[in-house]
């Protein structure tokens, strides 16, 4: 039985979808993310603030991180956004997430034009017992807008080719997906017992900015055109996505582009090619970048031995590992370890 051109196209959109989501998936499991959920906002109009997280705000309790990836998620209500250094507003409402994968300073409120509010100067609520999580009110009495308010913290070395591929500010509409009730339901789920100061919150609503993140990348990555380049066009290709998902998940194997190629299911120079042009760099050399970005992030967030991460990340002696360590980062291991962190 034959199947009808437009039945093959929905089949091969949904392959790649799935495809997309797995290597996403696979890559963010491989990466050491933390992060919270720290405000709850109830904000009536009119109103508008002016703010950003900060490193520092979270260096306390996030060892090891040097990079924020912020976020407002909009409960009820809604509002306006944009950097403090450009034009480009964007509207957001009920359902939506806008990120700051930069942590850029931005406005947001229902009316723009009005003179901003630090957002560090407004007086907020801290529920006994729970310092992490803060309620806070403001506003003229007007239309309410809710939300609640979060951040990632990682090493920007080890994201960095996730990083480059997003935008300075992204707005990502689920309203009309499941995935959006189920994700208001358990924010509001979180703000009643951090209300209740229940045992837990805090880590369920750490475990929340995690999903949200997740989610908003998946949707976000299903929305590029299908012409796009980069690093997430390339997790979106079921070959380079797939491959890519192998060399984060398993970067200590001897990888050649011949056995990549083998477990991808294309020809090696077929693959080369293709992660190439999507990527920006050869497999093997995007492997190497990736050893030791990840190895940097063992090196300040624990307390193996250098030889024992040099050999976790594929290097079968710690000589070889200093030396394409400090090529990368103009910096021996040891040195790296015992650096102050700078956002």
């Known amino acids: 039985m034959r199947t009808s051109p437009s039945r093959a196209l929905d089949r091969d959109a949904g392959l790649l979808v799935r495809g997309s989501v797995d290597a996403l998936s696979d890559v963010l499991k491989a990466v050491r993310l933390d992060g919270a959920v720290y405000l709850n906002a109830e904000f009536t109009a009119p109103w508008c603030i002016v703010g950003k997280y900060g490193v520092a705000s979270a260096r306390e309790r996030l060892a090891g991180g040097d990079h924020i990836v912020f976020f407002h998620y909009v409960l009820e209500g809604r509002a306006s956004v944009r950097l403090v250094d450009r034009a480009d507003v964007v509207d957001v409402r009920a359902g939506d997430i806008v990120l700051f994968p930069h942590d850029d300073r931005h406005l947001m409120g229902s009316d723009l034009h009005i003179a901003p509010v630090e957002v560090e100067t407004l007086k907020a609520e801290v529920p006994p017992g729970d310092g992490d999580f803060i309620h806070l009110r403001h506003g003229a009495g007007g239309e309410v807008t809710r939300f609640v308010c979060g951040y990632l913290a990682c090493n920007r070395s080890v994201l960095r080719p996730l990083l480059e591929s997003l935008p300075r500010m992204m707005r990502v509409g689920m309203a009309d997906a499941s995935v959006s009730t189920m994700l208001r339901e358990l924010f509001r789920t979180g703000v009643r017992e951090t209300a209740r100061v229940r045992p837990g919150t805090h880590s ?89 970005a990840r190895a940097a992030e063992m090196l300040r967030s624990g307390r193996e031995p250098i030889a024992r991460v040099a050999e976790r990340n594929g290097y079968e002696s710690e000589a070889a590992f200093s030396r394409a360590f400090r090529r990368e980062f103009n910096m021996p291991p040891g040195a790296w370890r015992k650096a102050p962190i700078t956002p």
């Open 204 to 292: 369920v609503l750490a475990r929340l900015s995690e999903l949200i993140f997740v989610e908003a990348l998946r949707r976000y990555v299903e929305a590029l055109p299908l012409d796009g380049k980069g690093w997430l066009a390339g997790v979106r290709d079921p070959h380079v996505g797939r491959a890519l998902a192998l060399l984060h998940g398993e970067a200590h194997r001897g990888w050649t582009v011949d056995a990549l190629a083998r477990e991808v299911a294309l020809s090696r120079s077929a693959l080369a090619e293709r992660f190439t042009q999507l990527v920006g760099e050869p497999p093997i050399q995007y492997l190497m970048r990736w050893r030791l």
